[in-house]
């Protein structure tokens, strides 16, 4: 028997949503296990590309035994429950492993099956050679950055994450769908030598996002086919995309004659007023560089139009459109 908060047991299953596939052909890969750890409990959840290991506070008796129940079931029940309420799981089952678990909150009761935890594969950590610590900070900024551009296209598959390098000025973290590329340099010590470069999984930067800390560091350990995340409290294993990223610097272009420098808020909230009057059918924005006065605009024939202009230091005379997303 297990009995843990609602606050700490919600957030043990915060993953659940991006790594637990609500329909699976393999029934436990439906399933998360609760097991028990040094210093309390844990929530180990898979798709055997991606594993999160979450730990939590909560209680034990003697007769506590692994289980699995359904991942998706047990995080709405969670949910429903009230707030600052206390949470009892307790387990039935006269063989190697629990039956049903019955999960009981105030006046609340509910029985869930349960498969056997050992049938929930565990992925091996195996050799994982190189090895760098990122403050959380830093690391949450690369993903706000550059994650807009990491393509959803299947067939380019080694575009579909975020490809992570080594230069001399720190780790690179770059991501393109072949329309937009987004780079972000991240000063760091002490990168291994011969370190190669990896392509993170969309999905695995998707989870990062949900549960990196708000301070502290992150270590980061990589082979040539599995990456891991860890932080206090969580691990993040995932499997690497096998491909190769295309060579991105040869598309950037090189010694730019034309250079216009305009105040960043400034000019996300002139696009966010002027993409008002655009529709999701069509998102183009014109740019319009005239001197020291940059020019937005937007024309949608079935609503109407709008203009707003910026001051911007340069001197440039370049009429160009974007997507405004």
Known sequence: MLTAKKSDLSAALGLVATIVERRNT??????????????????????????????????????????????HMLREIVGKLSDGSDITIETKGDGASPDSASLKSGRSKFSLHCLPPGDLSSMSLGELPYRFTIPAKSLMAV???????ISTEETRYYLNGIFMHPSEAGMVFVA?????LAKRLVMVEDIPAGAPGVIIPRKTIAALAKV???DGDITIEWSDAKIC???????????????????????????NKTQVSVKGKDLCAA???????????????????????LTLSVTNPDAGSAEDQLSC???????????SK
């Open 212 to 214: 990196l800390p708000k």
């Open 271 to 293: 696009v966010e007023r002027v993409q008002l009057i655009s529709t999701e059918r069509g998102r183009a924005m014109q740019f319009q560089f005239e001197g020291d006065v």
């Open 229 to 255: 995340f860890s932080f206090p409290g969580t691990r993040l294993l995932s499997k690497q995309i096998d491909g190769q990223f295309p060579d991105y610097a040869r598309v950037i272009p090189q010694n």
């Open 26 to 71: 393999i029934p436990i890969l439906s399933n998360l296990a609760i097991e028990r750890v040094d210093g309390g409990l844990r929530a180990r959840m898979t798709d055997l590309d991606l594993e999160a290991e979450i730990s939590f506070s909560g209680a034990v008796d003697t007769s506590f035994r692994p289980f699995t129940v359904p991942a």
């Open 176 to 180: 393109t769908d072949g329309h937009r």
């Open 313 to 323: 230091e340069g001197d440039a005379d370049v009429k160009i459109g974007f997507n």
């Open 143 to 149: 993903i706000g950055a550059v994650s807009f551009a």
